[in-house]
């Protein structure tokens, strides 16, 4: 089988959510072939180089799961977007740019966050640009640790005030930005994960019909999609472990 997730704001403040990550792994490691992991995999990520006990724990489970030969791909959210070429090699993962077209059988799959396709959140585009412009990440990426996590939680804040001034539609995908974008890459298939809208879309591409998958985000349940190259992708939760304790 091949999974996809994304969403899961890994952090400390949130061990039900590491212990739902653990337990989920443990549910998959024996029949998985491939793991995406399609960002917004935690909360935060400042650099490679913090390496704190929780991020520790996950690198030595995502290790695990390659170590087995499964392979690994991860590709950046909006949270986590500043991980990078160690945290690759320190997990056995295969960065992904985003977007992504895989091939599995026969299905052409377009991956992305889906941040991207928000194209109606005309400022939160800007900040895109600008916190991932090399003009600000370079010197950002050389200061003490405790200096960016300061910066990145007062972006943070920034970013939650502003997003409470919005509109519940302009946080979501616009919507002709979809088949835009499904056209360009001729894929009958778009899977992402972002707005916490788990879900599956029917449109037409091109006069044919098309899905757009939505991953859900791990607040309260494990969401995850699973398909192989003979079976259609399967939306799907579970519910998080009863003993919870990371
Ligand atoms: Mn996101």
Redesign the pocket.
Known sequence: MIYFIS?LHLEESRPDITGAFLYFMDQIQDQAQALYIL??FFEAWIGDDENTALQQQIKARLKRFSDAGKALYFMH???DFLIGDLFAEETGAQLLPDPTVVTIGAQRILLM???SLCTGDLAYMKFRATIRNPAFLEPFLKRPLEERRTTAAQLRAMSQANNQNKDQEIMDVTPEEVPKVMAQHQVPLMIH??THRPAIHELEVNGKLAQRIVLGDWDSEIWYLAMDEETLPVLNTMPFPKSNQA
Do not use: E, F, L, P
Request: aromatic share 0%.
């Open positions: 969403d960002g917004d959210g909006n949270r966050h889906g941040d994960g972002h």
